[in-house]
């Protein structure tokens, strides 16, 4: 085993970089400043990721951690490490090895009836192939470290867990041995090692042009660097076009929407994004449009959903990664051109947030007039959700849905495009479009992700002062049904 304070090469997280991409790689270890920064949607995956492994280390009670100070003394928990082996501890938690200048550590390391099992924890629902990459890295370095592992498995949320009362440790996780595809994996493995070596040696970075690879499967951090060269209105522009269909464009020098011509794209729709921006145009269906609004029935609700999704589910009949809505906004117009009355709901994040959720939507809406959502499978889904969930509430909530219609269905057959919504139908797209005085650009939080979050910081840090947070997020969430209340009031005015 390499005890040794001697730096290590390649870590298990910049092998996996490394199999993503060389470039990436080297860029990682030689030109770091091109890195872009990491959002607050990826640290929280991260954030998340440590939480999940600590609360999985109760599946093995008793153990001890080995984790450095910083993570820049990895070597001196390898030390601690083969220390703690030596001395006879049967738990040890972030078990660091090092082999031939590669550094892995496992999540939990166990010794049962004299023979070594290795846990790698995953946040993820499922066991990914890029799981198996991690762990056939790890088996290489703890074995040739001189610890013999009978097996070798992943730890993953089991999504069918159903909270009742206190945390099922044993119920929320799952785990599959991966030891069969890891064996399967070691030949490749140290052929990998080797290659990745001398990519960080060489003098440049590997010549290797974007693809498929930027994004699969992670982000790449150093996308903005090398995509640099991508100008805006590029093929890669074109909503719903398959990114392989892209790539293959892209090879052949078409890139700018002036690079296109006829023939290159086979779907009248992709054409007409096209065709439309060139010509700064825009297309009106107003028959379309006129058959749509007939068919609503007022008062109009104009209702919106904000939702968070915790890994470790938080509340009783609640599963890992449910999503759970905890804020509304509603905009009521009780007849055509009337003015707009506005109710919202935002939950105490020190309670479960749908009992009083249902009970407030229930009151906020009558039982007679249309329901408008934008992109109403979202609404519907959750509203199912705490039907199944809450029966007591089950007709009523059924009575709610029968009333939802779509109002992104207009966008989305294309009944109603301008060029600048660049072929989405996303109301981000879509209002700036339509009601170009309003816009979310000037609001803290500005997309449902970001609110999100903020929920469940608010849900993590009970007894901050959150009174800007929660305005903040009021004001997204009133911005939603508000923009919607102003995008039909346009195609009215057609």
């Not at 509603?330 to 105490?348: C, M, P, T, V």
Request: a negative charge; glycine letters at 4%.
């Amino acid at each position: 085993m390499d005890v040794s304070l001697d730096k290590h090469v390649l870590s298990k997280s910049t092998f996996v970089r490394g199999c993503q991409c060389t470039k990436a790689l080297y860029q990682y270890k030689h030109q770091p400043k091109l890195r872009g920064e990491i959002s607050a949607q990826q640290q929280a995956i991260f954030d998340r990721g440590s939480t999940v492994g600590e609360l999985a280390q109760q599946l093995f009670p008793g153990g001890i951690d080995a984790s450095p100070e910083t993570p820049f003394l990895f070597q001196q928990s390898v030390i601690h490490t083969r220390k703690l082996i030596d001395e006879g501890v049967k738990i040890i938690y972030e078990a660091a090895f090092q082999f031939n200048g590669v550094l892995a550590a496992i999540d939990i390391l166990v010794n049962q009836n004299g023979k070594w099992k290795a846990y790698e924890v995953k946040s993820s629902t499922e066991v990914k192939p890029t799981f198996l990459l991690d762990a056939s890295l790890q088996y290489h370095v703890i074995t040739n470290s001189g610890i013999p592992l009978s097996d070798i498995s992943i730890v993953y949320m089991n999504n069918q867990y159903v909270k009742h009362g206190s945390l099922d440790i044993k119920e929320l996780f799952a785990i599959d041995s991966v030891k069969d595809d890891v064996l399967a994996n070691q030949e490749f493995i140290a052929e990998k090692i080797d290659e990745l070596k001398n990519v960080i040696k060489q003098k440049e970075a590997p010549k290797v042009g974007i693809g498929s690879h930027c994004t699969d499967p992670y982000d790449c951090d150093f996308i903005d660097h090398c995509w640099s060269h991508i100008p805006e209105n590029s093929v890669f522009d074109i909503s719903g076009l398959r990114a392989d269909k892209k790539f293959a464009l892209y090879e052949k020098g078409i890139i700018r929407y002036e690079d296109i011509k006829p023939g290159d794209l086979t779907n009248e729709k992709y054409n007409q994004q096209v065709e439309l921006f060139l010509k700064k145009s825009d297309y009106v269906d107003k028959k379309g449009i006129k058959e749509f609004l007939e068919d609503f029935s007022y008062p109009l609700y104009f209702l919106d959903f904000e939702t968070f999704n915790p890994a470790i589910p938080l509340y009783d009949q609640s599963k890992p990664y449910q999503q759970i809505p905890f804020q509304y906004s509603l905009h009521i117009q009780e007849k055509k051109g009337s003015s707009l009355k506005h109710f919202e709901y935002l939950a105490d994040p020190n309670e479960d947030p749908r009992h009083k959720f249902i009970e407030q939507l229930l009151a906020d809406t009558s039982s007679r007039g249309d329901i408008l959502t934008y992109n109403q499978s979202f609404e519907k889904g959750r509203l199912k959700e705490l039907a199944l969930d809450f029966p007591n509430y089950s007709k009523k909530l059924y009575d709610i849905i029968e009333r939802i219609k779509d109002l992104m269905t207009p966008f989305r057959q294309r009944q109603y495009y301008i060029h600048t919504m660049h072929g989405s139908y996303s109301i981000k797209q879509v209002l700036p479009a339509v009601v170009p005085e309003l816009s979310y650009d000037n609001l803290t939080i500005n997309n449902g992700g970001d609110a999100s979050l903020a929920f469940m910081q608010m849900v993590i840090e009970k007894d901050a002062d959150h009174t800007e947070l929660r305005k903040q997020m009021l004001e997204y969430c009133g911005m939603d049904t508000f923009a919607m209340a102003k995008i039909f009031e346009r195609l009215n005015n057609l």
